[in-house]
């Protein structure tokens, strides 16, 4: 599994909205300047996270973007769910997967099952309040 850009561009988005959101709406302009991402691509991913119910926008003078919740309920599961389609590490276990005529005797079906719960366990157990904690690694360079 490869998370792409827009998958990891929306969980920046997201820790810039909630380390600002005391300052009201927040325009993609900013979020733009802050993260060094193209304004065009911000809206592709902000509209996929509107539509998720993760933010919420408003038009007009003083519009912007918002959470919708406190980031301590956003998981990173549900937003990379929302920007990638499906976590699964193989198509057989996709939502909109058909029936493999070989599942009863697959024998990697338990480990790709496996897998698959431990990223969904691991991307649902961490918040974007998580990821707003600085763990200060990379300031402790010995020379």
Same mark, same amino acid.
Request: glycine fraction near 12%; hydrophobic fraction near 35%.
């Given at each position: ?17 909630? /380390? ?7 325009? #993609?302009? %900013?979020? !733009?300047?802050?993260?060094?991402? =193209? ?44 920007? /990638? ?7 057989? #276990?996709? %939502?909109? !997967?058909?029936?493999?005529?070989? =599942? ?40």
């Amino acid at each position: 599994m490869l998370i792409s850009t827009k998958g990891r561009y929306a969980l920046r988005i997201l820790v810039d909205m909630a /380390e600002h959101q005391g300052e009201g709406m927040i325009t #993609l302009q %900013e979020i !733009a300047r802050r993260q060094e991402i =193209s304004e065009k691509y911000l809206e592709s991913i902000v509209r996929e996270l509107v539509k998720g119910g993760v933010v919420t926008g408003q038009r007009g003078k003083g519009g912007g973007y918002r959470l919708c919740r406190p980031p301590e309920q956003i998981n990173v599961g549900e937003v990379l769910r929302c920007t /990638e389609g499906s976590l699964a590490p193989v198509a057989c #276990l996709t %939502e909109e !997967a058909v029936p493999c005529a070989r =599942s009863s005797r697959c024998r990697t079906l338990k480990f790709w099952r496996g897998l698959d719960e431990v990223i969904r366990r691991y991307t649902d157990g961490c918040t974007v309040a998580d990821m707003m904690q600085s763990s200060g690694d990379g300031d402790d360079y010995i020379i």
